[in-house]
């Protein structure tokens, strides 16, 4: 009776040890992992912090070169034509130079809308969407069209700078290679997703290799950032088109 006393007690010592070190190993397991979680969200929140940086010198970036070219080759052009209309003033074209200088001034308060930093950190998609329309309108570089379904709602200013950043360079591709005449944007705001739909009349085109060359990967890079989905489609001589699918 006594051996089997020893016995039962050594056998209950061993499997009181087995679980004390299994639990241990468990316990360090778990917050290994925990800690490796929670290393690969900070990574992750600097990841994407670094892209929204990185994001909005892309866009100021795109913003200056657009500044520049207007004043030089818009504004510039308003204001030499206004002197040369001033040096020849006459009771009969007085009313002309008057719009000359209206239309000057027109477009140096559009172009103080893009300069406001604040505008870009702290970004309005659908406005700044309408400003990039407006702008390509007049400066007759393609005819654009902002359309709006439904009522416009509140969109992380964060991933507004992303989505910004994405049909930028879309409308950077479709003004630069696509030979398009027509450009069309809709803002369709659902219930629980915002959805845009931006497509051109250009050549487009049926390579893979193609996309990928006019930042496809880029594209899709920065969508997965903020969760939103893409759907591309280019088809040659049928034009291009961008999808975008974003939870609200």
């Known amino acids: 009776m006594q051996e089997n006393g020893k016995f039962v007690l050594v056998v209950s010592t061993i499997l009181i040890l ?3 070190i299994s639990l241990i190993i468990l316990f360090t397991v778990f917050q290994k992992k925990k800690n490796d ?3 690969k969200q900070l ?3 600097k990841r994407f912090e670094r892209e929204i940086a990185e994001t909005q010198i892309e866009i100021r970036e795109e913003t200056l070169r657009n500044i520049s070219w207007e004043l030089h080759d818009n504004i510039g052009q308003l204001l030499t034509l206004a002197k040369i209309q001033l040096q020849n003033t006459t009771k009969e074209n007085i009313q002309e130079v008057s719009e000359t200088i ?10 103080s809308k893009l300069i406001n930093p604040e505008a870009i950190k702290n970004i309005d998609l659908q406005e700044a969407l309408q400003l990039e329309i407006d702008r390509f309108n007049r400066l007759n570089f393609i005819k654009s069209e902002l359309k709006i379904i439904g009522n416009q709602q509140k969109i ?12 930028q360079e879309f409308f950077s591709n479709t003004i630069k290679h696509a030979k398009a005449s027509e450009l069309t944007v809709l803002m369709d705001y659902q219930e629980t997703m915002l959805q845009i739909s931006v497509s ?3 050549i487009g085109f049926s390579s893979d ?3 990928e060359g006019i930042g496809l990967s880029n594209i899709k890079n920065r969508a997965k950032l903020i969760g ?16 975008i699918q974003y939870l609200l």
């Open 156 to 167: 992380d200013e964060k991933s507004g700078i992303i989505i910004f950043r994405i049909l």
């Open 102 to 111: 209206a239309k000057g001034l027109k477009e140096v308060r559009a172009l």
């Open 228 to 243: 939103a989905n893409i759907q591309f489609h280019s088809e040659k001589d049928k034009g291009t088109s961008l999808k």
């Open 37 to 39: 979680l929670v290393e």
């Open 43 to 45: 990574e992750e929140k």
């Open 209 to 211: 290799e193609k996309m």
């Open 200 to 202: 051109d009349n250009g």
């Open 18 to 20: 087995i679980i004390v």
